[in-house]
């Protein structure tokens, strides 16, 4: 049988309910570049989730949503804050730099989160000619640490942005996986808390690739069509994320396979911790669990599973669930983690 490991939520296949879009999607021709009734569709799935008033584009993959999104916000004299373990500051490659000429000020959040009083030093050079000038709080959301920023959080974070001339932005790649851990919808947690632009993840939630930038005010996404094309992130066979995101969106796929993974960390983390010798570093609040495995563990595990070893100097470990992890993958894992930790 297929092997499965924890890995990363983007190790896992396709829900076979986004495989049966893309089938049932591939039959005839209709206009490329989105110009299509699966985009119409799911475009309106969109609004039937943020409102009418948002506006929807879509794009390949998570560094192109985030890019491409920052790059709308932003001019090359601006700033974007982010947290030191934010994908666009580590993960992208020094795209979000190269593309939007924007530095980045990253600080440190042992569990992910960004604090306003974390920002308020960034402030001091504003309106002075030498210093880059504060445009854009970046969060993720769920964190790259798996944790979740509270609704209450977030609306500060927007508040305090808004109030400092600044704009909030959200790596939502796994937003989906924070909605049902705060029990809440879409809408609620982002344009209902001041978020201007959310990046919009569907990978790491079952879809076969394609994420979403979502504009919460009209303007700064008037441009965005220029920008999605130079970005080289316009799909010419767009009716293929579309259908997905259709299928995601329309029911509850997406809220069933998010709680699903978000559950199975729960059920992960618990048994991990049952293990002498492992510390859970994080709260599990999504689908990602953090532990400490004692190195000379590491290479015996890794030789059957592979995960990734997250922080070397400290030997914590991240382990993700997605929606096709099950409970006999995790008693699998943890039997040989007990067989290797004695
Ligand atoms: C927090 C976060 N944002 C964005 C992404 C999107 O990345 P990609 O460009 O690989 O789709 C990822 C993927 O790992 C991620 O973990």
Same mark, same amino acid.
């Given at each position: 049988m297929a092997k499965r490991s924890f890995a990363s939520d983007n190790n896992a296949g396709v829900h076979p309910e986004i495989i049966e879009a893309l089938r049932a999607a591939n039959d005839g021709h209709v206009v490329a570049y989105g110009d299509d009734p699966f985009t119409a569709r799911a475009i309106n799935v969109f609004h039937k989730h943020f409102g009418k008033d948002a506006t929807i584009y879509f794009v390949f993959g998570g560094t192109g949503a985030n890019v491409l999104g920052l790059k709308a916000m932003t001019k090359s004299y601006e700033a974007v804050i982010c947290a030191e373990t934010a994908h666009i500051n580590v993960d992208e490659c020094g795209a979000p730099e190269k593309f939007t000429g924007c530095k980045l000020l990253s600080v440190r959040t042992p569990d992910g989160k960004i604090r306003t009083e974390q920002i308020k030093p960034f402030l001091h050079g504003v309106g002075f000619e030498h210093h880059v000038q504060p445009r854009v709080i970046s969060v993720s959301q769920a964190t790259e640490m798996g944790t979740v920023y509270t609704k209450s959080e977030l609306k500060t974070l927007a508040r305090f942005a808004h109030d400092h001339n600044m704009l909030l932005h959200v790596d939502g790649a796994r937003i989906a996986n924070a909605a049902v851990s705060l029990n809440a919808n879409l809408k609620e947690i982002t344009a209902g808390v001041g978020v201007d632009v959310l990046s919009f993840?569907?990978?790491?939630?079952?879809?076969?690739?394609?994420?979403?930038?979502?504009?919460?005010?009209?303007?700064?996404?008037?441009?965005? +069509? $220029?920008?999605?094309?130079?970005?080289?992130?316009?799909? %010419?066979?767009? =009716? &293929?994320?579309?259908?997905?995101?259709?299928?995601?969106?329309?029911?509850?796929?997406?809220?069933?396979?998010?709680?699903?993974?978000?559950?199975?960390?729960?059920?992960?983390?618990?048994?991990?911790?049952?293990?002498?010798?492992?510390?859970?570093?994080?709260?599990?609040?999504?689908?990602?669990?953090?532990?400490?495995?004692?190195?000379?563990?590491?290479?015996?595990?890794?030789? +059957? $599973?592979?995960?990734?070893?997250?922080?070397?100097?400290? %030997?914590?470990? =991240? &382990?993700m669930c997605s929606f096709d992890t099950t409970e006999d993958d995790i008693h699998d894992f943890v039997a040989l983690v007990r067989k290797i930790v004695k």
């Open positions: 993840g569907g990978a790491k939630n079952g879809m076969m690739y394609g994420e979403a930038v979502v504009f919460f005010d009209k303007k700064l996404g008037s441009d965005f +069509k $220029y920008i999605r094309k130079q970005g080289m992130h316009l799909p %010419s066979k767009m =009716r &293929f994320i579309s259908a997905q995101f259709e299928t995601l969106l329309s029911g509850d796929l997406w809220r069933r396979s998010a709680a699903h993974a978000n559950r199975m960390a729960r059920v992960l983390a618990s048994e991990l911790e049952k293990v002498p010798g492992i510390r859970l570093t994080q709260p599990v609040e999504a689908n990602g669990v953090f532990a400490v495995i004692p190195e000379k563990y590491i290479a015996a595990l890794q030789k +059957k $599973y592979f995960f990734y070893v997250w922080n070397e100097e400290i %030997s914590e470990c =991240r &382990f």
